[in-house]
C-alpha cells in the first residue's frame, strides 16, 4: 500500500487540537505527524504493526505510543472533535471495522487430512500387550 501523507491544511487543523490534551505529549511537530500518519497507515491497510514501513519509524515505538493514546482515550477526543467536519473525514478512524480470519464469518476451516500411520494396520492384527 502506498504511504499516507497528511495534507497540511489537515495537520494544521490537527496539531492545535493535540496540543489542547494536557495529558499527552506531541513533542516534535515533524514526528508527531509522521506518527499520525503511520498509525492511518496501519488502520488503512490492516497490516500487522510489524509490517509498518522503515519511513514511519519504528514499528514498536509506534504501537507503543498509539497504545498510550488509546488508553488515554486520544482517538476517540480526536474523533468527536472533528466528526462534523468533512474535510477530515479521513482521519475518523472508524473502530466498528475490524478485519477477521473468514472461520470467525462461519467458513469451514481447513483441516489436514487424517492419513492413516503405517503402523496402526500392524497393530490391529498382533496380540494385546500390557506394560
Known amino acids: 500500500m502506498a504511504t499516507v501523507e497528511l495534507p497540511d491544511q489537515q ?3 490537527i496539531l492545535p487540537f ?4 494536557s495529558d499527552i505529549y506531541v513533542g516534535q511537530e515533524t514526528d508527531c505527524r ?20 522503515e519511513h514511519y519509524g519504528s514499528w514498536n515505538s509506534v504501537y507503543k ?6 488508553e488515554k482515550g ?14 477530515m473525514e479521513n482521519l475518523i478512524i472508524d ?7 473468514p472461520c ?8 489436514a487430512v487424517k492419513l492413516p500411520r503405517l503402523w496402526d ?9 500390557s506394560t
Not at 34 to 53: K, N
Not at 77 to 86: R, V
Not at 95 to 101: E, F, G, K, P
Not at 121 to 129: D, I, L, Q, T
Open 11 to 13: 495537520w494544521e487543523e
Open 18 to 21: 493535540l496540543r489542547s490534551c
Open 104 to 111: 470467525a464469518a462461519g467458513a469451514s476451516k481447513k483441516r
Open 65 to 70: 505510543r498509539f497504545a498510550r493514546w488509546c
Open 74 to 87: 486520544i482517538w476517540e477526543k480526536m474523533h468527536q472533535h472533528f466528526i462534523h467536519d468533512p474535510d
Open 34 to 53: 509522521r506518527f499520525i500518519e503511520a498509525v492511518l497507515w496501519i488502520a488503512r491497510s490492516g497490516a500487522q504493526w510489524r509490517l509498518l514501513p
Open 95 to 101: 473502530s466498528t471495522i475490524v478485519r477477521a480470519h
Open 121 to 129: 494396520a500392524a497393530e490391529a492384527g498382533s496380540v494385546p500387550r
